[in-house]
């Protein structure tokens, strides 16, 4: 397949056109595009993008979703300090954060999904437990 038949955005073809004084790439309709529902040449125009209804609502429901929780848990800790929770729970809680996201994204991820590094049978196990 050569070069002058893949089909690229129009500013890309223009640069290489000038760099290389070739003429306008036809563009032949693939099968997709031949009923009118496959991709543009130079993406969806104004009328393929519909807005959201609820934008405002949209715009509330995700912040109150996203930012909800971590205040709740906030001002649970507030409420529950030296009553129900202190300072080694706090430590207790990094520790076995940092070491399951240790396990979790070196262990699983890196080493046993994309075999990035090897180790030895040891720390095999080591990460095998603390991603589990």
Do not use: C
């Amino acid at each position: 397949m050569s070069t002058d038949s893949i089909q690229r955005p129009a500013a890309a073809r223009q640069g290489s056109e000038d760099a290389h004084n070739r003429s306008t790439v036809v563009e032949t309709p693939s099968p997709d595009s031949a009923h009118g529902e496959g991709p543009r040449l130079g993406g969806p125009t104004v009328d393929d993008v519909q807005p959201p209804v609820f934008e405002n609502l949209d715009r509330f429901l995700t912040g109150l979703i996203t930012i909800g929780p971590i205040l709740a848990l906030g001002f649970v800790g507030w409420q529950l300090w030296d009553g129900l929770l202190h300072g080694s729970d706090l430590l207790v809680f990094a520790v076995m954060y940092i070491s399951t996201a240790l396990g979790v994204t070196v262990g699983f991820h890196r080493l046993f999904t994309h075999r990035s590094f090897k180790t030895s049978p040891f720390f095999r196990f080591v990460f095998a437990v603390l991603g589990s």
